[in-house]
């Protein structure tokens, strides 16, 4: 599982729910559809605006990657010129077996195709749009070049694949197909939401072991409590590789760190990309915009500090960033086989 020597990329994905052409394709796509069974909701295609700045961090404090794929549906930022000597676009029509699958408004379903992406470096990292790299990243965060690392939360992964949110109900799906399938212990804890080393050689055998799975998420155009959800089965099957030292696993920690992410906030506000030394943040989680109620972050093994946090609603005269409540004001990361019993 180790990458030294090898070229990593970055991949996103990407997708602005404004236009009118997504507005009607997925107006079509929902017609007849069981709104208990999918996930429509606005903020699932919502931009903010967070992958420009997300791309500008990462070109200056991770220059190690080789190249930027942005996976998106055909739509392209009109910033995006700037950076077209580092990025390329792919779209989902490049990524799909079959054009009747598309348009596809089901993350579940194009993450699973991002390993098919032309000249893909076979190690790379995956991140949303919403998160920032606040000072020099190394590839060391990510692996020590024989054994790659694996980021988890400490919130405890969905086992109710019946009742609930949509994409818990695929959460709990999936953890228990890779589970029944393989044989390796039922997944227990969230694969957390920062960036993540993936192996696309190893996403390609995930895909020859759950063909079918993989197939019947392809064709669910919207979120379903029945898709196979490439993060939570690569998590799964990652249970396993520890085991054999492919992987080592961590889990995120709460404590309390405000005036870190505070001052890192005013810098974010005035749309300048974190560089103080002394603000310990190499990459951060955030979603959407509104004003921090109480910022959160996490510190990792290596000093690093991804970011979440709860927001009160947005105020359009004051942008800032508004965070998920799932983990408490600072975190750091601690093995995960010196963790007894989760919380």
């Known amino acids: 599982m180790g990458v030294a020597g090898e070229p990593v990329d970055a991949v996103y994905s990407w997708v602005d729910g404004s236009t009118p052409r997504f507005a009607h394709d997925l107006q079509l796509v929902c017609a007849g559809a069981e709104r208990s069974a999918v996930d429509v909701r606005r903020r699932r295609f919502r931009d903010n605006g967070e992958l420009r700045y997300s791309m500008r961090s990462l070109v200056r404090f991770a220059p190690w990657l080789r190249r930027i794929y942005l ?74 070049g024989g054994t790659d690392f694996f980021l988890f939360e400490r919130q405890r992964c969905p086992s109710d694949s019946e009742h ?17 399938v393989t044989g390796c212990p039922l997944l227990t804890r969230l694969p957390a939401h920062t960036p993540q080393l993936y192996d696309r050689e190893a996403i390609s055998q995930l895909e020859e072991q759950f063909r079918a799975e993989f197939q019947a998420t392809a064709s669910h155009r919207l979120r379903r409590s029945t898709d196979f959800v490439l993060r939570i089965a690569y998590a799964a099957a990652a249970e ?13 920690l709460p404590a309390t760190d405000e005036r870190t992410l505070d001052a890192w906030f005013k810098k974010l506000k005035s749309s300048r990309i974190p560089t103080s030394p002394g603000i310990r943040l190499p990459f951060a989680s955030l979603s959407g915009m509104g004003r921090p ?46 963790i007894s019993a989760p919380t």
Request: charged share 20%; hydrophobic share 35%.
């Open 293 to 338: 109620s109480g910022p959160m972050a996490i510190s990792c093994r290596s000093g690093c500090v991804p970011c979440r946090a709860a927001a009160k609603p947005p105020r359009a005269s004051t942008p800032a960033v508004r965070m998920s409540p799932s983990l408490s004001p600072r975190a750091v990361l601690m093995p995960r086989e010196k």
């Open 71 to 144: 996976v998106t549906n055909g739509d392209v930022p009109a910033w995006l010129a700037r950076y077209s000597n580092r990025v390329e676009v792919v779209t989902h029509a490049a990524l799909f077996d079959t054009t009747d699958d598309l348009p596809t408004f089901n993350s579940n379903a194009i993450e699973m195709h991002l390993h098919r992406i032309p000249g893909l470096s076979r190690k790379f990292l995956y991140l949303n749009d919403d998160v920032f790299f606040g000072r020099p990243c190394t590839l060391a965060g990510f692996s020590d």
């Open 164 to 180: 609930g949110e949509v994409h818990d109900r695929a959460y709990a799906y999936t953890a228990r197909r890779v589970s029944v």
């Open 240 to 252: 396993s590789w520890a085991t054999e030292g492919r992987t080592q696993h961590y889990v995120v």
